[in-house]
């Protein structure tokens, strides 16, 4: 996307817009911001910002982590230090210009002055010694302290001795280290009251008890002029004590990473609010500063670095920010990409990899959804910022990965990245949230999905392009992992703002989401239709086990841990998390081991141990696993319902199995809404009915009530059955997709479990696509699959693989006439129902492009793109296509052909032919389409519900 220039706006206070409570109205005055900063200051054990004619400067034992303690930080201690440096870096700048005026003079009149140069070196050190050596007489005067000075030894041995010799810069640096070292050696400098200062020769170091602070000569300039131009440090400015917390770092005054880190981010929040750029409020997370955490981190890394060099860039990157979050909206989204991201590149040492951008691109596309407010501006640069960081982590670890002997280092790096975007998004991080459980499962569990690529793809004979092409690729596997974890997170369900069943069914499909990303992270491929439906399906089998609707709903705050014994206070979204993290490990584990025969995968629904004919073949435990942990999961299959007809029957003597059997064929029956699952219900319930008085077990009083419960729901069902044509329409309802391969089909028929309403959905796709001989050949293979079933299948099998044999023959078996009928009526509805979801007609041409060039664009949002576009004047389609198709080689050639992978590469391809199709169509066919397009729409208008208000698109709503 090409992108202007923005216009440049001073750096005045951003106006700021209250959304939901969530941004004040009015911005903060200085004095708020001040004694919010003192406030976390003195949490820390940091002193506060005060005025200036307080003296005290001093504080207690920093404590970190665990109970764990720095040295004593003496502000003022170390702002007499500071300028002791200074004066040091000023006392050698002198002892040189007087060497080189020496040495000058001896070869001008011939005549070495020992005498006179060590009388000029002392004075210019007795004004450093009485301010700073404690006890230093203050009547001595220069002779004095040249008396037991021997300066000739080095004069003689460092500085040329020839007249035709050179006297460079470096041999004068380094005569005036050596003398100014021996200065502060003299016997008259009470050593053991002062602390000992030594200079080097490229950097002036400040070495005493506590440690060593290195410096350039550019930064004691700097610190000469904050403490004496400016004077920030002694007014106490935030500058100035950001200048002072990473001196104190260099000096090693805060050892502790945790404190120093937090001081910093504190430091630099109060920075960016005095510049207009106002801190967010994450819901269930509390305070969230979009920029803070990425400039601790910019120091955090470059500490090596001049200390003017990185408070400049903080200035710079505050002033730039905020002069983009002025900008409205695209233009926002222009400066952005113009400003803010070249800064975040130098924070990350330019080593964010190309793959970066197909993230940013989802990014702007959510903003430009959104209401556009100052929170939604932020918000991007939260999103932006976040991935940032959490690429360079990862690219890193996986480039580290790839060499011999670097999986120490890859580790450290990805667990590092991966708990700074956990807690900055609320990600699961470990099985136990208590300071005595530090590991971070989710570093563990991506670590070992890494080694598994790794090992799958081996790199020994690769090239260095190929090399970093896989890298690439693993980079942005593992990126697309966390994101889809990052979605499903930030779901109301998982924040625990929503309880109900509906959204925990769009929590699961979410997390269903994110499976087959974490199965494309572990294979390194993508798999096939018929791989992916059984994927799913083991996804959904440990979903259930671990994350069941019934397990995580419930606010269980007081948990108890059974080998400690101690029980603590838990949120429920903790719950989540470690059973999230639990369901994560199996499913890990079942995806390696799926060669057992797919035991996990093909488990039933009541996997009872053999038992005797006499008694239930089940237990309650066992029967429990789908009705009791999570009833609202059992599937309406047919399947479902001849097992649970099984289980009623007298020779079953477990009260508990034949109440629940009853209660769950009760509760699936009410819950049928289409014809095939109505007669599937009755069926079942009218054979209970026919076995009731014949279960002894059950006492008088519950058979009463069952007599009457039962034919009242097979009387409903009766009076609300609907015909059968509305079967078709419900299952069009819900068909996001009509291309399912013969494999998938096949496959989906052999599975028990498979819903009655998806075989609806597959009849619905065989007779809009499929023609009578090739629907005729795929019955004939089930056909021939089916009889040769084993003679032991137990009977709720070979009774559902007859009723699906039935229904497949009946489909098979339809007349000319009535199929084609059927199919014309399908493709009316299903156009009439495509054209009803179409929600905007004249979309950006924007927003048509990244559509079809992002990859997680849902099927059904690329249908109703298609639609648009069919509606388009073939000149305009064209140029459109056109555009795409450009835009996708430019892409598929950047970076080395990195940016996709050749599964996604074939994807997109596709996309384009279909469109390149619709150009391909002759004018008066596209012309046809068009005008009926805008019938239709003018038909399902009434139909169609009033848009609700608007609301902030989803990455708003953290």
Known sequence: MERTSPTTVPPAVVPRQ???????????????????????????????????????????????????????????????????????????DQIAVVIADWHREQFRTGEIRIAEFEVRAADILLPYCREFIPNFPPAMRPVELAVDLNLETILRTTLPRGQNQELTHEVIERCAVQVLQSLLRHPLIPQTAADRAEVSLQTTVLKDKNGTAVYSPSDAAYLKRLIEEQNLLDREGEIGLLAMLISARKWQKITDDTLFAAAVEYTLEALAKRRGIPTIQVRNQGPDHPVAYILGEYIQHHLSESLEGQIHFVENFLTVTARALAEDGPRFVDAVYQTYLPLLQEVFFNLLPEVLHRFLHSFEREFLGSSLTLRSKLFLLKRVGDFCELTFYCHDAVRKFATPTGDIYAVERLNEGTAHFARRNGLPLAEGMDVFNQRNTLAELLISAIKHRRSLFPAADDTAERRLHSENLLTGDLLNCLNYLRRAFDCDYARARENNYEHYLQWRGLVLEWSRTYVRLLTGRTPNDVEQYHLDGLAAWHIEQELSFTKVSFPLLL?????????????????????????????????????????????????????????????????????????????????????????????????????????????????????????????CLRRIQRRLDDLLVLGETERAEYRSRLPALIRDLERREPIRLASYLVALNDLESLDLTDERILTEWKALE??????????????????????????????????????????????????????IQELARLSWPAWLLRRWFLHLVWTLQCVSSVADWHPPETYLLEDFLGLDTPPIRLRDQELVLATYPLPKLTQLVTQLQETLTERLASAGGTYYTDEERVLLERRLQRLERLTHRPPWKAALTRWTYIVLRALVAPLRRAPSPAKESHPQRS
């Open 559 to 683: 948990y108890t841990d059974r080998e400690a014994g101690l029980s603590t206070m838990r949120q429920p979204q903790d719950i989540l998390k470690e059973a999230f993290l639990r369901f994560w490990r199996a499913f890990h584990i079942s995806v390696l081991t799926r060669a057992q025969e797919r035991a996990d995968l093909e488990e039933q629904i009541f996997s009872g141990e053999p038992s005797s004919r006499h008694t239930a073949r089940v237990s309650v435990d066992d029967l429990g696993k789908r009705a009791f942990l999570a009833r609202s999961d059992l599937p309406m299959a047919t399947y479902t319902f001849e097992r649970l007809a099984q289980h009623v029957t007298p020779q079953t003597h477990d009260v508990a199995v034949l109440t629940q059997s009853i209660e769950m064929a009760l509760e699936l029956g009410s819950q049928a809404y289409t014809y095939e699952e109505m007669v599937a219900a009755r069926t």
């Open 18 to 92: 209250a959304s939901s409570g969530e941004l004040p109205s009015t911005p903060p005055t200085l004095d708020e911001i001040e004694r919010e900063l003192n406030e976390r200051l003195s949490k820390l054990g940091l002193p506060a910002l005060v005025a200036s004619h307080v003296a005290a400067r001093e504080t207690a034992p920093l404590r970190g982590e665990a109970g764990r303690t720095t040295q004593v930080l003496n502000l003022s201690e170390l702002r007499t230090a500071l300028r002791q440096q200074v004066r040091i870096a000023e006392i050698k």
């Open 754 to 807: 498979t819903t009655i309403q998806r075989l609806k959905q597959i009849s619905v796709a065989l007779l809009m696509l499929r023609s009578r001989a090739e629907l005729r050949a795929l019955a004939q293979t089930f056909g021939e699959w089916y009889a040769a079933l084993p003679e032991d299948t137990e009977p709720p099998e070979r009774r559902t693989y007859a009723q699906r044999w039935q229904d």
